[in-house]
Each structure stands twice: as structure tokens, then as C-alpha cells.
């Protein structure tokens, strides 16, 4: 399918090759937070002082926020796509409105066609607008074709046509149908034939725009497809170009960032109290934090943060949703490693041995805790079925052993225990949310988390294999985030844990290995 030049637009391509198209393959290797960025082109510029921001300064940051965005998402996310909404007729006000406008347009164009003689005006107006939207879809060098629609979609012509009755409507449309035929994608073959099936010549004219809007959509997406590699090879770079440009049209751009920072600071500055009497507990300690640790832990907190509440940090808007799914994916595998853990602590003779009988009881849980980060969704009843049906599992495995079921005192202990799992401070929840921190912790210090995962902490088995997949994609959002945004990091952490050390510059000494 030819790529359309207007489509392009959208994702500010002038700009994406301006940022990217001298850097060689060299320099898209993991940017060391501690090296010396002052050669960068793209490396963040010296803190300056607040100045009021006007509204085309923050339209123009919002812009550059939406494109970073969009290339962000088109890079990372294999799957990202466009697709064609429809509105849904009955349940929402802009659908309602929509089916009523449309059925107007196209009853008045119905009533224009069936006079005696026949309006063509509003007709005509159509092919204009099919014709332009043919010639979108065409490659620059493709001027036969582009000629021949132009000649006979003409509007001035086809007036001349009506003037002496001679038009022929459903000539034109199939003309359209076969030249769509030739420019669309395989999708579309079967609309195609649809469309040549249709009879009635306004409901083929509907119909073949609904065909060209799929058709749009199909360009969007063949564009997307081919701007991956290219976003791919170029992204650090072209993130972090960007990102200056936010930050130079809004100072305050960072802000939230700074405090996640300052944060995380505390938190290792309040562990360091607990275990330690040495001096420094004043906070004169801070140059003894290690950048790397303080990040790091930052991180970790994104694992905990409440997302429908709590501003996410701007270097980490573009992942956010990707962070609050495997925030709400380690929620759902921390229940199911405590159902696991408590069911084999009470009955763990009776099932030892089992083939398979860990993995069954881990698909009953998952099964009933679908959805169980919707606001509607009752955990504590979830969790009082899943205790049934394991007990119910335990015993129909004990039956057919010829082995004695749970007595009731056992079932309702097993039953108590798996409902407790939601009580704040359950020692057996807290367990294994500190083992799943732990876990998450060390794939962090881990140079490359595809040559090897951690050890699975005890306790965590049973999920193993879906805690490597969500450890290897947060390990995967966080290391790419410290490459775009490293020298931004080193800023802040420069002035929170080396007040003393000048601002002015984008060198940075902290170390973070």
C-alpha cells in the first residue's frame, strides 16, 4: 500500500528526522547515567529561572507532549493500531445525533435523485470529495492513474454531463468501486465485493464511504507500520529532544518528577535510620545515597502507586498505562501466591505429590479474580468462592485416592484464612507482596534480564512463570526510561543529594552502579 504524505503529519516527522537523521547506530546504546552528556545535542539544558508561560508556549508543549506520546506507544507496542469507531447508536447522544444528521443527508440526497429530471447537485458534491480522497491514497509517481481519476471524477465535466442529461450516477460509482478495488488492501476485498453487489444507488454511495473511511484507517496503520523500525532505531534520541522542548517551553515540567525524587530520597533516608545509629540520621547522609539506589527505589514505588489518584511523574507519562497494568497484574498474582501458599500449609500432606495440582488450583483462583481491579468487583466475595471451590477440589482429589476429605473445622479454617488474605497487615499477604517487591528489585540490578531472571523468592513458584513475564516488561520500561531520561535524573539527584555541586551544568559524578 503507497504512504500517504498527509498522514504523516500527524506524528511530526520534520522534527523526528531533524533529531535522529545524524545519529549513527553507535549512539542508541544504553547512555551510562553517570557519563558526561555535555556533548549531547539532546542532553537537558541548565536549570533556568521561572518565567510566566504564555498559551502558545503550553499549546506547543502540549503538542510536543502528544507527539512524544504517539511515537512513544508506536515503538514500544508491537500492537498498537488504528481503528474505525463506531458510535454506538442507542446509548450515546453523539451517536443518536450522528444517525439522525447522516439519515437526513442521505433521504434529501435519495428525494434529489427521484425527481423528474433528477438534482445532481448534491451528488456531484460527493465525487468531488471521493476523488480527493482517492487521490490521497496515490504515491507521487503514480500520475496515470491519478490522471484518469481526475478526468473522470471531474467536477466541471460531470455538470456538463447533467446539463445534457447525460450522467450516468452508477457508471461513476462503479468506476469508484473498481479503483478502490485496485488501491485498497486485501482486508478490504470482501467490502469490495459487497459494494459491487449493491443495487440501490444511494446506499452503494453510503456505503462506499464507509469502505474509503476503513480505507483511511488502513493507511493510518500501514504508515504506523512502516514509521516503527525507524522510531525504534531513533527513540532515545527523539524522546529526550523532545522532552528538552517540553521543558524549555515549561519550566515546571518537571515538578512532579522532582518530588518522586524527593520521595524516594525519604524512604531510603528513613530505612537508613532504622538500621543504622551512625551519624548522618540529620540528613547530612545524603551525599552517602547511592543515585542508583534512590532511582531504583523510585521505580519500585510505580508498583504501588495509586494511579487514579496520584499524578504519575512527566519522564514517565508515556508508559503509564503499561505501569498500572502490571501494578494491577502483581495485585492479582499476590492473592493467587497466597491462596497457593495457605492451601499448602494446611493440607500440603494431603496434596503433596499431585501432578499438576498446584497449576489447577492456581486457574481456579486466577479465573475468579478476573477483573478484580474494577471498582465494582467484590473481593472479599471472590475470595470466599475461591475458598469453596478449593476445598471442594482438595476433597474430590482426596476422594478419589481413597484418602479422607477436610473435616468442616479444617474447610472453614482454609476458608478463613484465604478471606483474611485483604485485612491490612495479613502476615501472609505482606510475605509475599515483600517477596514480589524483592524480586522486582533485583531485576533492576541486573545488566541484562535476558540472559538470566533472578531466583524466584519462596513462596512464589507458583506464579513463576507469569511474575518473569511482568519482572522482564517492567525491567524493560525502566531500563529504556533511564536511557531517554538519565541526564534529566542526574540533574535533579545532582541538586537533592549534591547541593553543593553547580547546577549549570549537565555533567554529572553521582554514580548509579
Not at 506547543?60 to 515503538?75: C, M, P, V, W
Not at 473522470?152 to 452508477?170: N, S
Not at 541484562?448 to 507458583?462: D, E, N, W
Request: net charge negative.
Amino acid at each position: 500500500m503507497p504512504l500517504n504524505d498527509d498522514q504523516n503529519s500527524d506524528f511530526d516527522s520534520s522534527r523526528l528526522s531533524e533529531s535522529t537523521g545524524s545519529s549513527s547506530d553507535s549512539e542508541y546504546s544504553r547512555q551510562s547515567f553517570t557519563s558526561d552528556s555535555s556533548s549531547k545535542p539532546s542532553s537537558p539544558a541548565s536549570t533556568s529561572p521561572p518565567k510566566t508561560v504564555t498559551f502558545d508556549e503550553l499549546m506547543a508543549a502540549a503538542r510536543n507532549l502528544s507527539n512524544l506520546t504517539l511515537a512513544h506507544e508506536i515503538a514500544v507496542n508491537e500492537n498498537f493500531h488504528m481503528e474505525h469507531v463506531n458510535l454506538p447508536q442507542n446509548s450515546s447522544l453523539e451517536g443518536r445525533v450522528k444517525q439522525i444528521v447522516h439519515k437526513a443527508f442521505w433521504d434529501h440526497l435519495e428525494s434529489e435523485l427521484n425527481e423528474d429530471p433528477p438534482e445532481y447537485d448534491h451528488a456531484i458534491k460527493l465525487f468531488e470529495e471521493i476523488k480527493e480522497t482517492l487521490l490521497s491514497f496515490l504515491t507521487p509517481g503514480a500520475n496515470r492513474i491519478r490522471n484518469q481519476i481526475c478526468e473522470v471524477l471531474d467536477a466541471d465535466l460531470l455538470r456538463q454531463q447533467v446539463e445534457h442529461d447525460a450522467v450516468d450516477v452508477l457508471g461513476l460509482a462503479n468506476y469508484v468501486i473498481n479503483t478502490m478495488g485496485k488501491l485498497c488492501a486485501p482486508i478490504r476485498d470482501d467490502d469490495i465485493k459487497q459494494l459491487k453487489a449493491t443495487g440501490n444507488i444511494v446506499e452503494l454511495l453510503r456505503q462506499i464511504f464507509h469502505v474509503l473511511d476503513l480505507m483511511k484507517m488502513d493507511m493510518v496503520n500501514y504508515t504506523i507500520q512502516n514509521l516503527r523500525p525507524q522510531l525504534q532505531r531513533n527513540l532515545v534520541d527523539y524522546e529526550r529532544t523532545k522532552f528538552q522542548e517540553i521543558l524549555e517551553e515549561t519550566p515546571s515540567a518537571l515538578d512532579l518528577t522532582t518530588e518522586w525524587i524527593k520521595e524516594s530520597i525519604n524512604d531510603e533516608l528513613s530505612v537508613s535510620c532504622e538500621t543504622s545509629s551512625s551519624p548522618g540520621a540529620d540528613g547530612s547522609s545524603k551525599p552517602n545515597l547511592s543515585p542508583t539506589l534512590v532511582l531504583n527505589n523510585g521505580y519500585l514505588k510505580l508498583l504501588q502507586w495509586d494511579y487514579q489518584k496520584k499524578a504519575i511523574p512527566e519522564t514517565l507519562i508515556t508508559d503509564e498505562v503499561r505501569l498500572q497494568k502490571l501494578k494491577e497484574k502483581l495485585n492479582e498474582l499476590q492473592i493467587i501466591a497466597c491462596v497457593s501458599l495457605i492451601t499448602s500449609n494446611m493440607v500440603g500432606a494431603a496434596i503433596v505429590g499431585l501432578p499438576d495440582f498446584a497449576d489447577k488450583l492456581k486457574r481456579i483462583s486466577a479465573v475468579l479474580l478476573e477483573g478484580m481491579n474494577k471498582e465494582t468487583f467484590d473481593l472479599k466475595e471472590a475470595l470466599n468462592t475461591i475458598g469453596i471451590q478449593i476445598c471442594s477440589e482438595v476433597n474430590r482429589s482426596l476422594y478419589e485416592r481413597g484418602l479422607p476429605t477436610l473435616n468442616m473445622e479444617i474447610q472453614n479454617s482454609l476458608m478463613g484464612q484465604i478471606c483474611s488474605i485483604v485485612e491490612e497487615d495479613n502476615p501472609i499477604s505482606s510475605l509475599i507482596d515483600k517477596r514480589i517487591q524483592l524480586y522486582m528489585k533485583s531485576l533492576l540490578t541486573l545488566p541484562s534480564i535476558q540472559k538470566c531472571m533472578p531466583i524466584i523468592p519462596g513462596g512464589l513458584a507458583v506464579i513463576q512463570a507469569e511474575i518473569e513475564s511482568v519482572g522482564s516488561q517492567y525491567a524493560s520500561i525502566v531500563n529504556f526510561n533511564k536511557q531517554v531520561y538519565g541526564p534529566f535524573y542526574a540533574n535533579i539527584l545532582r541538586k537533592l543529594l549534591f547541593s553543593e555541586a553547580p547546577m549549570g551544568k549537565t555533567e554529572t559524578d553521582a554514580s548509579t552502579n
